[in-house]
């Protein structure tokens, strides 16, 4: 049971280039989540889904897009890198149950724009 | 406007004191409530939490108080470990069939031996 993973670990970009951050999870979560964490900012929500095929804006949501095409994986993708979007990403998954919220985190993933 | 604060930027505690990390928030919808902390190249985990029909929950070492009244919430450790020294977010969250959780900027705790 990995839990959750990302794909890659660490990436440099140059400013213009693409990429696409991979999230799996393997507990049949329904929630998946990206944030953001830079330094003294805390983890800023990027986008979010709450199931296959759907997906909503969070605070940060300006450079990226997602998509949830199978309930196990989410993709954030940048079509265009700007060094502001240097931060390392996180995603999580979660799944209502009763009373609890708790997210479950990924490993990051360290991206540097130049 | 910053939903969720955690003032302290950092706390440094000895071993076998204890450590307590403060949050305030000003959205009085949030109602339920995180704690989650994060080693250096390591995601965050999920420490405890607590339902804002209560004041008080506990688990081992962990202890999250709430206060409504004065949108506080504060996590104290005893007795603090060496092996706790990382940092500790504090979030929160609006009630509903899902969730998205706010986060505070964290605070490092340092447990010296």
């Known amino acids: 049971n990995a839990g959750v993973t990302q794909t890659p670990k660490f990436r440099v970009l140059k400013t213009g280039q693409s990429m696409t951050l991979l999230c799996a999870q393997d507990?049949?979560?329904?929630?998946m989540y990206w944030y953001r964490q830079d330094p003294g900012m805390g983890l800023r929500l990027i986008h979010y889904s709450v199931g296959e095929g759907t997906t909503a804006k969070g605070e940060v949501p300006d450079g990226y897009n997602v998509s949830r095409l199978k309930k196990q994986n989410f993709l954030l993708g940048l079509e265009s890198a700007a060094p502001s979007q240097t931060s390392v990403y996180f995603c999580?998954?979660?799944?209502?149950?009763?009373?609890?919220?708790?997210?479950?985190f990924g490993p990051g993933t360290r991206l540097t724009v130049l | 406007d910053q939903q969720v604060k955690q003032n302290s930027p950092s706390l440094s505690v000895q071993e076998g004191r204890i450590s307590i990390l403060n949050c305030d928030y000003t959205?009085?919808?949030?109602?339920?409530f995180l704690w989650y902390k994060k080693y250096p190249a390591e995601g965050p985990t999920f420490l405890i939490s607590?339902?804002?029909?209560?004041d008080k929950n506990e688990d081992g070492r962990f202890t999250v108080f709430l206060n409504k009244s004065a949108k506080h919430l504060s996590l104290h450790i005893v007795p603090s470990q060496p092996g706790d020294s990382a940092v500790y977010f504090c979030?929160?969250?609006?009630?509903?069939?899902?969730?998205?959780?706010?986060f505070g900027k964290g605070t490092m705790l340092l447990v010296s031996p």
């Open positions: 979030a929160a969250s609006v009630g509903s069939g899902y969730s998205t959780l706010t």
């Open positions: 959205n009085s919808m949030f109602d339920y």
């Open positions: 999580a998954s979660s799944h209502p149950a009763g009373d609890s919220y708790e997210q479950f």
């Open positions: 507990m049949n979560h329904e929630y």
């Open positions: 607590i339902s804002s029909i209560k």
